[in-house]
């Protein structure tokens, strides 16, 4: 989603997560206005201008829209042509996991093992992911407000969008949707230390009052547990959510500057989520970005 538009309600959204649907086709009222709040689709996404596509995603929003937490999580309605997505998209990404993703995630997107052929339910992930680390998933249809969002991690649940993006850009998207959520998100989540990291981000959040150490909490976030990126045998390697859910951005990464792993610097550094990130920063192993960010966070609580 672009900055150009409708920059009032992007500003306090420190984390970015552009969790959208449209005003425009009788969804109802938004439930909970700390957890979800809609806005429109930009003018510049992809599918702005597919009747079909918006109608689609209307129909799984309001699946989130009743949803209370500690309900059952109740199914998407998924089309076969969302499936043939889902199955294009796995056939591109696997080859670029075993490229470009770190052993970490490797060996979590093992340990899950989502389904090829269809998207997954989030009720099934959930209860996945749960049993391996706690986490559990929940639905949400509207633009998340950073605090709530990044808060909820510290209860172990991950607030999560249903829809899939738009057919005519299967190797990005501008904003999360279920292959991000369960490539990306979910995968990690079956990790104690991704696990860890989350619970901390969040714990951390709940204790800070200020907007701009909020701000800074997020651009960390960003630069770390969503575009993070490490050196394993020589190579640069993915961990970050943003980049394991691209095949387009794990391509991409490669051509990005990479900056020493430094969080005080990654938190005062701007970022353009409406494109392939340019600059990335980067740790020496995994271990060195555990320890780190794990510290950092530590001596913030």
């Not at 938004?30 to 809609?38: C, E, K, L, V």
């Not at 959040?205 to 800074?216: A, F, I, N, Q, Y």
């Amino acid at each position: 989603m672009s900055r150009k538009t409708g920059d009032a309600l992007l500003l306090d959204h420190g984390d970015m997560r552009l969790v959208t649907t449209d005003t425009d086709e009788t969804l109802p009222a938004h439930s909970s206005p700390d957890r979800n709040q809609i806005i429109q689709l930009d003018p510049d996404h992809p599918g702005f201008g597919d009747a079909e596509y918006r109608i689609r995603r209307n129909s799984i929003a309001r699946i989130a829209m009743g949803y209370q937490p500690g309900m059952p999580i109740p199914d998407a309605p998924y089309t076969e042509l969302e499936h043939e997505l889902w199955r294009s998209i796995r056939e591109t990404i696997g080859p670029a996991h075993l490229r470009n993703a770190c052993a970490e995630y490797l060996e979590c997107i093992a340990r899950l093992d989502l389904p090829h052929n269809r998207i997954p339910q989030l009720r099934e992930v959930s209860a996945r992911v749960q049993s391996l680390s706690g986490f559990r998933l929940e639905p949400v249809a509207g633009l998340v407000q950073p605090r709530v969002f990044l808060e909820s991690l510290a209860d172990g649940v991950f607030l999560c969008t249903q829809y899939i993006r738009h057919y005519s850009t299967p190797l990005y998207t501008p904003e999360p949707d279920v292959v991000h959520e369960l490539l990306g998100h979910a995968v990690t989540l079956a990790s104690a230390r991704f696990a860890d990291l989350n619970r901390l981000v969040g714990s951390v959040v709940r204790r800070t009052h200020s907007p701009e150490k909020l701000e800074r909490l997020a651009r960390v976030y960003w630069f770390t547990i969503e575009f993070g990126v490490v050196r394993e045998d020589n190579q640069i390697k993915a961990y970050g959510t943003g980049l394991l859910s691209s095949a387009g951005e794990l391509e991409k990464m490669h051509s990005a500057e990479l900056r020493p792993f430094d969080l005080e610097a990654a938190s005062r550094q701007e970022y353009d989520p409406t494109r392939f990130q340019p600059l990335l920063y980067c740790a020496d192993s995994f271990e060195e970005m555990y320890q780190k960010l794990t510290d950092y966070l530590t001596q913030l609580s």
